[in-house]
């Protein structure tokens, strides 16, 4: 018992002198570029989080209210709405962007293929009015995509086909533009020996391509639903109604003053924040990414 | 019969042009090989010939099927040929998954992929890996998975783009002896690109050497590495002596060359009367006696001026009027007591000369 303890002395003993040591070390190796940086960064997700504690504040106190206005159908009912939609956008843009977004990633450089680049980024240096605009003219009742669809019954004019083409015009670019990073890392090299292999140009797209860009598919999509979802101004110009959630933001905040849009403000931030903390969680399961060339 | 036929094959990526009018004839049955230095087009073009990728211009025809007009007919011609790169590619799969791919994408029955699989993987010596990950192999079992998955589609034509460019002897003997095993037992076509020449003159029937984007040369391999058709194909093959001289005389089928006031023998009937003669060193013999005198045969004093050693050989460098490099092996080096300054005598075969027409500008360099 006794000798325990004294041994135990002894080596704490020992422990702290080489504690100390590592602490005078580690005072003389501080890396002040890291530190700088980080105190850099943290300023910008410092008001982030201040913005949030200012309002959750607020809304913690008054948390009855909070509770009403969240579960209230119409909130419930338009986040929903936005969720859907968002994603019935996103599904369109891997229909449609995937194919886009390989040949983009495996033509050679030409003047052809940089205009083609360009058109696909125009969603994301316009600003949104104008391509809320753009939707709407094209998609409005007697628009020139409008007129035909309206004619077999597909209306956009405040309907929900309006909210998903407009969120899909301005996600567009996020998918696509990280798809194609995605199938620029897929080595040609192995293109070429499951070509050699005896696969036709799909079947090495379908066998090979893909599932190697999965993961990139995923965080392409991710973005570009969040992108969606949160869209305000190239909504409302085609479609006003069904309220998705930030017209519904606009729409109370307009009308039944600050206290109510920020009750749903703060629901729509807890819930998006748990949404998307849990897709970003999931990526990691998806996709091998570790072929080795 | 030929069973690949190429004409004119141009290739160029964006300005800079790769293939400069190719033309290749491949024999049914046999074992090519395509010599060349880096960047001089081997890859591209055994890229073209397995159908990997089009040319820009030419002619090309494949199991007598012109490919140019019938583009329809690429994957299923593709089907009856394989091919192996030179950096060994898995896939993140198991080695099992790895060979069966090629008979997945013919959709061949489970039992045949299965049985089809477990040969191809005895057959390169890898069965007991037969679960593992692929990638978790070294290179050289990772170039054996590949070669097994190739070979388990049964190709007519087998390209090998330098196969064995950074593998270990062990596993490149493996890939060397199953190549020529295939190639005499299920007589199937065997284009090999290499920049290792003995591997080359070790496996191939007709050699084909490859410079700057074009085939500068085709024959057997002693044609190339004992009679190159001009100075650059001699000095990638590998020879030593490239001597500048003129044609004095021709009697008996020899050809008397005068190179710096030494008369020496060729049985080449002389191509011009300005000539190099392309001498390869190991057909240089050295001795210290004066040896008995063979017909058609140099024979003549000389002073050792350098010895380097490139084991397990050595360069020995003798002046006879003009500098000449003999190969001899390290142990006859030694028994000979070469050092510099020695004097020795020199024998080398009339036909072991052989001579071209000296290229323009020729005369000056490489004099001694």
């Known amino acids: 018992m006794k000798t325990r303890v004294i041994s135990g ?3 704490r003993g020992g422990r702290e002198a080489s504690l100390t040591r590592w602490k005078e070390n580690r005072k003389r190796y501080v890396d002040w570029c890291t530190i700088g940086f980080c105190i850099l960064g943290g300023l910008l997700v410092g008001i982030t989080v201040l913005a949030i504690a200012n309002m959750a504040t607020a809304e913690l106190a008054n948390p009855a209210h909070l509770i009403e206005v ?36 495996r033509s050679r450089p030409s003047r052809f293929k940089g205009v083609v680049e360009s058109i696909v980024d125009i969603p994301l240096i316009l600003p949104h009015t104008v391509a809320g605009l753009l939707v709407y003219l094209l998609f409005m009742r007697r628009g020139w995509l409008g007129a035909p669809f309206g004619e077999i019954g597909l209306a956009f004019e405040d309907a929900y086909p309006g909210t998903v083409i407009a969120m899909l015009f301005v996600a567009s670019p996020f998918f696509i533009n990280t798809m194609r990073e995605g ?11 499951a070509r050699t292999l005896g ?26 639903w969040g992108r969606a979802i949160g869209e305000f101004a190239g909504v409302i110009m085609i479609a006003y109604y069904p309220f998705i959630i930030s017209t519904l933001i606009y729409h109370s905040f307009t009308t039944d003053g600050i206290q109510t849009s920020r009750s749903i403000a703060f629901t729509v931030i807890l819930i998006s924040f748990g949404v998307f903390y849990l897709l970003r969680r999931m990526t990691r399961f998806m996709g091998r990414y570790d072929d080795r060339v | 019969m030929a069973i690949i036929e190429a004409h004119d094959i141009k290739k160029s990526y964006g300005n800079l042009e790769v293939l400069h009018d190719v033309d290749l004839s491949v024999r049914e049955g046999e074992i090519l090989g395509l010599i060349g230095p880096s960047g001089s087009g081997k890859s591209t073009l055994l890229r073209i010939l397995d159908l990997i990728e089009p040319a820009n211009e030419g002619e090309l025809s494949v199991f007598g099927i012109d490919t140019i007009a019938d583009r329809g007919s690429w994957l299923d011609l593709r089907r009856r040929m394989g091919m ?42 890898l069965s007991r890996y037969i679960k593992s990950r692929a990638t978790d192999l070294s290179g050289g079992e ?27 002897p062990t596993s490149t003997a493996t890939i060397e002896a199953i190549v020529t095993r295939l190639n005499r037992e299920a007589n199937m076509t065997v284009v090999i690109s290499t920049h290792d020449l003995a591997q080359g003159q070790r496996l191939a029937h007709r050699v084909g050497v490859m410079l700057e984007g074009m085939i500068a040369q085709t024959g057997a391999s002693r044609e190339i590495f004992h009679e190159p058709k001009d100075r650059r194909i001699a000095r990638f093959v590998g020879v030593q002596n490239i001597v500048p001289g003129r044609v004095v005389s021709r009697s008996d089928g020899l050809t008397v060359v005068e190179a710096r006031g030494k008369q020496i023998l060729s049985t080449t009937p002389p191509p011009a009367d300005e000539v190099e003669m392309i001498v390869r060193g190991e057909d240089i013999s050295l001795h210290r006696r004066e040896p008995g005198h063979e017909e058609a045969e140099n024979l003549f004093p000389a002073t050792v001026t350098a010895i380097e050693p490139t084991a397990p050989f050595v360069n020995v460098t003798v002046h006879c009027g003009c500098d000449l490099v003999a190969l001899v092996t390290a142990r006859r080096a030694e028994t000979l007591g070469l050092r510099e300054g020695i004097e020795v005598w020199v024998s080398l075969q009339a036909k072991a000369v052989h001579l071209i027409p000296q290229a323009e500008g020729g005369k000056l360099t490489d004099t001694g």
């Open chain 1, 70 to 105: 969240a579960t209230s159908s119409e909130v419930i009912g338009s986040i929903l709405l936005t969720f859907c939609a968002g994603a019935n956008a996103v599904l369109l843009l891997v229909f449609f962007g995937t194919p886009l977004a390989y040949v983009l990633a």
């Open chain 1, 199 to 224: 696969a036709s140009t799909f079947t090495t797209f379908r066998t090979v391509t893909l599932p190697l860009s999965l993961r990139h598919m995923y965080s392409g999509a991710i973005l570009a």
């Open chain 2, 84 to 125: 192996l790169f030179q950096r060994p590619i898995v896939f993140n799969a198991s080695v099992y998954d790895n060979v069966a791919m090629g008979l997945r994408y013919r959709r061949a029955p489970r039992d045949d992929i299965d049985r089809k699989v477990k040969d191809a993987l005895e057959a390169v010596g």
């Open chain 1, 183 to 193: 199938f620029e890392k897929v080595p040609v090299h192995l293109e070429n020996v």
């Open chain 1, 9 to 11: 002395g002894l080596l």
């Open chain 2, 142 to 168: 990772q170039q054996r998975v590949a070669l097994s998955r190739v070979l388990v589609t049964d190709p007519e034509i087998l390209f090998l783009d330098e196969p064995t460019a950074n593998l270990d």
